[in-house]
């Protein structure tokens, strides 16, 4: 894996590598390189904005934040949100965390899901609000310079993500009606992720957005 993608870089160590290898192999190419660039959009925004945040802690949540969409984590009665979080506790057990880190862990995955929170209130799950917008949806990607979304694509490609991503959250909308995925496939969610900019090679509309959880 790449530690830094135009100036934007990547925390190291035994929890990234963990975290790092888990996405990897649970997920397929499309999905892990999405958690790697929830990442670097996450942490490139927090930087442009001088914000300090625990760059390990955001890792570890944007690698393990999909996995309850891959079959071995689905669950049929939980929000794959409230899965994901489950499997981080767990995840993060593993690694030793104390119960307050891991409880913090699975926070970020539930919140990503949910309404806008401040940076100033939880910057950690702002990130990760912001980083899986911008990559899902295009939510906020006027945000980001040119240069960084053609290396971070470069470095990461898309490789279809946007089509496999969608299926994924109708199947979801599907099975649990009434779960966060759900309301956005009800919306218009879906078309806006599947032209996203970055696919397209669109402009991304301009003002940035104040709804972070259009992932």
């Not at 942490?43 to 949540?61: M, P, S, T």
């Not at 794959?80 to 699975?106: I, Q």
Request: negative net charge; contains cysteine.
């Amino acid at each position: 894996m790449l530690v830094e993608v135009a100036g934007v870089r990547a925390p190291v160590g035994a929890a990234v590598e963990a975290a790092r290898i888990v996405c990897a192999e649970y997920a397929d190419a499309a999905l892990y390189h999405h958690s790697v660039r929830s990442y670097f959009f996450g942490a490139a925004w927090a930087e442009a904005r001088g914000l300090d945040f625990d760059r390990e802690l955001f890792f570890v949540a944007a690698m393990l934040h999909d996995l309850a969409l891959t079959p071995p984590f689905d669950s049929y009665t939980l929000a794959f949100e409230e899965a994901g979080g489950h499997l981080a506790r767990v995840f993060t057990a593993g690694l030793g965390w104390p119960t307050e880190r891991r409880d913090r862990t699975a926070e970020l995955i539930v919140l990503h899901m949910r309404d806008g929170v401040a940076p100033e209130v939880d910057v950690e799950s702002r990130l990760l609000q912001v980083g899986t917008s911008a990559d899902v949806s295009g939510t906020g990607l006027e945000a980001f310079a040119p240069s960084f979304t053609d290396a971070l694509v470069r470095a990461y490609p898309r490789l279809g993500f946007a089509h496999s991503f969608v299926r994924l959250f109708q199947d979801q909308a599907q099975r649990k009606p009434g779960c966060a995925a759900a309301e956005l496939v009800a919306g218009g969610w879906a078309e806006r992720t599947t032209s996203h900019a970055l696919d397209t090679n669109r402009e991304p509309p301009s003002g940035e957005t104040s709804r972070p959880r259009e992932k």
